[in-house]
Every structure is written in C-alpha cells, then in structure tokens.
C-alpha cells in the first residue's frame, strides 16, 4: 500500500486496539470506550449511508441534465427521490400513511426482479456448460439436481422405507459440511485482512 | 465469551502477527514461496491490459456489507483490488469505476480512487463519480447497476464483496455482453449463483487472495501465506478434537 497519513493511520491502529482488546479481554474500563467507539462508528456509517445518497443524486442528475448521453430514466429517481424525501421529512419514515404508500411501489418492483432472477437462474443452469466445461460444473449441476429432489421432500411419503431415510439424512450432512468447511476458510482470512488493517499494512481510509 | 476462549484467540493474533511481519520482510532473508497458479488471475491480467488498449471500461463492484458489519472484510479486500486496478488502468480513456450498495463503501471506493490519482500526479483527471452508490437495499444496489453494464462500455466486471442472490442480475448482464467476469464473495448463497453465472468464479477463501495475485504489496502475499498456515492449524485441531472425542477425553 503506498498511501501515507500518518495521522489517520495512528487512529486508526489506536481504535482499532482498543476495541479488539474491550472485546477479548474483560476490563471494565475498556469496555465503555469500545462501546462508545462502536457508537461513534455507527453514526459515521451513517453520515456516510446520507453523503453516498446526496452522490446518487448529483449522478443521476448530472444524467438528465448532460446533453451529450441524456438519460430519461434518471429522471423517475429523481423525482421518486424528492417525493419519498419529502413525506419522510414532513410525517417520519414510520407515518402509517407515508409507509404502505412507499411499500406498495418497492415491494412489486423487487418481487418482479427476484422473478427475473428465478428466470436467469434457470438460463445459467442451462448455459453452464456453454460458460464453462469442465468436471466441477457437471458436479454441481448434479448436485442442484439431486439436492433440490431431496429439499422437495418428495422421498418423504408414509411409504419411504428406513435405508432411504437415511440415506437423505446422510445427503444433507454433505452440504453442511462443505459450507462448514468454506466458511472457515472465509473467517481465517477475514481475520488476517482485519490483522492487515490493525497494524497498518492496509489503510482503505487514508490518502 | 469464557476467559479461556478470549485468551485463545488473543494469543492466535499475537502469532499470526509476529507470522505477517516476519513473511513480509524482503525475500532475501528467507526463501520464496511461490503462488500457484490461477487461470482467473492470469486471465484477468490479460483483460486488464486489452481493456487498457481497447479503451473499455472495468467495472468493479464491492458488495453491500457496511464497513461496521462483520462481512466487510471482502469488501475490504475489494477496496485493495481497486487500488491495484485504477493504478494500472487509470491512464485508460475510460478509468475503472467502482460501485457499492452502502455508504460508507462508496466514500472508501472514491477516497482510494482519488489517492491512486493524486499519487500518479493526475488528480484533475479524477472524478468522484466513478466510486458510486447504486442503491441502498440488496436489490436496488444490483438494479442500479444494469445500467452501468448494458450502456457504459464495461468489458470487465470484478465482483468482490458481500452479496446475496441478486448478484446474479449483475453475472447475467455481463454474459449478454460477452463481458469478463470474475467473482469472489464471502457469502455461500453469493458463491452458488457466482458459480453457475460467471466465467472465473473464485470459491471460498480465494477471495483473499486477490490482492496478492494483483501485487499489491509483500504484505498480502505474507498475509495468504500466514492464512495457510492458520488453516493447516485449524485442520489439525479439528482431527485432534475429533480423535480425542471418539477416545473420550474429551
């Protein structure tokens, strides 16, 4: 990393320590500071969430005002911006009136994107082998098959003789285990990049 | 958490400290361990470089887990990769471009764009839209960037972070654009879909290797080689536990 800030990064280390060892070690006068830390760090990460949203505004804007690639469709965040804003604003997120009118336009509009996904899920699963051959991709495709006959219950009935129930039973403790397995892989290295960001060798904050 | 268990892990970040400095010096004072080799780094090398001289865009998108939230790691990671791939392509006529679907990402994304610029001494070519917040819900962040693959001249997407299965909108948009793709994510939901929709999908702990295969600095590479080593020491608590447990001591 060839970014330098002496300052940030100083804070950043002291922080980061002292909420690490609030957390690890139990001394009662940590912990208040890493709580008060963890606070802080939650309404900067708001700030943030708000500064962001400000930043989608200007893009969109500076969308439909560009007269070189003007997009049209800027126009409805725009103005679903500026209306959902001003309801908020003047009767509070949780306004009876103001949510389920907010409600009625999100809830369709991402129920009709998770239905393109299911679409989409079903044309990649057709496609894999076109993407990519190779013995892997057979494997999973075998595998989405026989696990989504097994997760149907479809074997279930009154009728299912004890060697296939516990031949199920033994199927679902392979998925399990795999993901057991990823996940520590996942958590390992999650502790090395925070171990990197405590110690300064990687600074996402600093310029 | 028992005072055993905090000790423990206390103790585990001592050492894998101590392991990270250690590795991270210069390789002249003790020998070089190799990286093996994967087909989706090498390939990304080669997109990066056509996309350099093609003058397309790399798109790279760093998930919706806040930095406050215990999945930003991979976003962590992500923010590396986009250093690594702004300072390489940032001469290109159309300069990568960074989306997120929380806040804080985005300011992370523009704060690392806006450092790799002013150390190429190129500032006033940086523009802060190019780090961008999409959306701020898990489907609103992968809609927002439908646009950005289909009408932005993408011919590479870099998808490293947390996601869910909406991911796949993104993966599907850049197969009809005939677009590289390559995936990592934290999130086993996220790594099912990036399996059957991308080209390179990286599986597991691959993800946080990328930094290193992108030779961002001696430390990354340290850093694989200690989680390696984490990870042989995982395994063998795991078999010991297990012997002991069928012997009954423990």
């Not at chain 1, 990064?9 to 922080?15: F, K, M, N, R, S």
């Not at chain 1, 996904?117 to 595998?143: D, K």
Request: net charge positive; proline share 5%.
């Amino acid at each position: 990393m060839v970014m330098r800030s002496p300052v940030a990064t100083a804070i950043a280390i002291g922080v980061g320590l002292i909420v690490l060892l609030g957390y690890l070690l139990p001394l009662p006068v940590l912990d208040p500071i890493r709580r008060l830390f963890l606070d802080w760090s939650i309404i900067l990460a708001a700030v943030a969430g708000l500064v962001a949203i400000l930043n989608l505004f200007k893009a969109h804007w500076r969308k439909i005002s560009s007269s070189r690639e003007r997009d049209y469709y800027s126009l409805f965040f725009i103005l679903g911006f500026i209306l959902t804003a001003a309801l908020g604003l003047l009767f509070g997120p949780t306004d009876e009136r103001v949510r389920p009118l907010i409600m009625s336009i999100q809830l369709p509009v991402e129920a009709s994107l998770v239905g393109l996904l299911t679409i989409t899920f079903v044309v990649s699963a057709v496609r894999l082998f076109a993407l990519r051959r190779s013995w892997m991709s057979g494997i999973f495709l075998a595998s989405t098959i026989v696990f989504l006959l097994a997760g149907s219950g479809v074997f279930l009935t009154s009728g299912t003789s004890q060697v296939i129930k516990e031949v199920l039973a033994a199927l679902n403790i392979l998925p399990a285990a795999g993901a057991r397995g990823i996940l520590l892989g996942i958590a390992l290295g999650s502790v090395l990049t925070g171990l990197r960001v405590l110690l300064g060798m990687d600074r996402p904050y600093s310029e | 958490m028992s005072i055993f268990l905090s000790i423990l892990a206390l103790v585990i970040i001592l050492i894998s400290a101590g392991l990270l400095f250690f590795l991270a010096l210069p390789p002249k004072r003790r020998s070089r361990w190799g990286l093996r080799p994967i087909p989706a780094f090498s390939e990304l090398v080669r997109v990066l470089g056509l996309s350099v001289e093609e003058g397309t865009r790399l798109h790279l998108t760093l998930g919706h887990a806040g930095i406050t939230q215990p999945t930003s790691a991979s976003a962590l990671v992500g923010l590396q990769a986009l250093e690594r791939i702004t300072a390489i392509s940032s001469v290109s006529d159309r300069p990568p471009l960074a989306t997120s679907g929380e806040g804080s990402l985005t300011l992370l994304s523009q704060s690392t764009l806006r450092a790799v610029y002013r150390l190429n001494n190129a500032l006033d070519l940086y523009d802060p839209q190019r780090g961008r917040l999409t959306g701020v819900t898990p489907l609103s962040y992968a809609a927002g960037m439908l646009p950005i693959a289909y009408d932005e001249n993408v011919s590479a997407h870099l998808i490293v972070g947390h996601y869910g299965l909406e991911i796949g909108l993104l993966c599907e948009a850049a197969v009809r654009n005939n677009a590289f793709t390559l995936a990592a994510s934290d999130s086993l939901s996220a790594q099912a879909v990036l399996f059957a929709t991308t080209k390179q999908p990286l599986i597991g702990e691959e993800l946080f290797a990328i930094p290193a295969y992108l030779q961002t600095s001696p430390a990354h590479v340290a850093s694989l080689r200690v989680q390696d080593l984490l990870r042989w020491g995982t395994v063998i608590a795991l078999v010991l536990s297990a012997v002991l447990g069928v012997f009954g001591w423990l």
